[in-house]
């Protein structure tokens, strides 16, 4: 069974780990994320004396997963402090001479769901993850969606709920998907950690109308056979009914498919993978690199 090194790479940690083929985690470490200097170091003394075939890094965004492109394995645009243009697989090949795979922590996650997850069996998937910010990656008939760069479906535009006086906190669109609806707008829109507003409904009905919006956008323009939904926000997990019955309504029986009219519980689900989904996805882009080789 070959061994693959996998890097969830994300804004306040790293969790680093090895895996193999079968999407089996042999061990795994947590590093927090300082300056690419210190957390970089860290990263490579943990690898160093390991034995893998191949790497799979998941990345936070924006990147530059795209082969072939300029700017191909670098950070870019990030307003996250010191890691902007930061070439993070050059850094990495500098010390590991095996394949390696790089795309967004989202579109990873999507492939190991698909591979070993709530999407297994399936070819096209979406997941989304709802934290600290919102983002989203596909799978679609087999393969993470890429393009110019990678997908931003965090970013898209949304209806605004007429009860909802809050401009949004997106640095970028104030009030796109994710500035209205990632955690930390959540908590100042209503003034609380979001693990405290758990009983006031009208929290997570709005919450629910952003995000049912933004997955009736998904299903139209990808059709995925299934949405998974992860992400600390999604740990209320009163969310699901909500969302579930409010993309029903809003779809108004248009997509004809019974998944969606009878089975919508199985078709808008939590990661099968549950806190292990980000890892595992780089598990996964650790094995396409082996098979790409
Ligand atoms: P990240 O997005 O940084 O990888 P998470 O997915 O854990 O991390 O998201 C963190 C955000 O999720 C926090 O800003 C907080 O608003 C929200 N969050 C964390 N736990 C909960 C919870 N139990 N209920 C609701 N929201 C939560
Ligand atoms: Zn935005």
Known sequence: MKKIAAIEAGGTKFICG????NGEIL??????TKTPEETMKMVIDYFKDKEFEAMGIGCFGPIDPVKGSESYGYITKTPKPHWSDYDI????????DVPMEFDTDVNSAALGESLWGAGQGL??????????????????NGKMLQGLTHPEMGHIFVKRDK???????????KDCLEGLAAGPA????????????????????????????ALVN??????????IMGGGVMKQSHLFPL?????RETLNGYVHKKEILEDIDNYIVYPGLKENAGLMGSVALGRLALENR
């Open 27 to 32: 061990d795994k470490t947590s590093i927090p």
């Open 186 to 213: 959540i908590e100042e829109r209503w003034g609380d950690k979001a693990y405290n507003l758990e009983e006031r409904n009208e929290v997570w009905e709005m919450e629910a109308y952003y995000l049912s919006q």
């Open 218 to 227: 998904y299903i139209l323009i990808l059709s995925p056979q299934k949405i």
């Open 163 to 173: 009860n909802d006086p809050y401009t949004g906190k997106c640095p970028f669109h």
């Open 18 to 21: 090895i895996g193999n083929e």
């Open 89 to 96: 697989v050059g850094e990495l090949k500098k010390h590991f």
């Open 243 to 247: 969302i579930r019955k409010m993309v």
């Open 123 to 140: 070819s096209s998937v979406v997941y989304i993850t709802v934290g600290t910010g919102i983002g989203a990656g596909a799978v679609i």
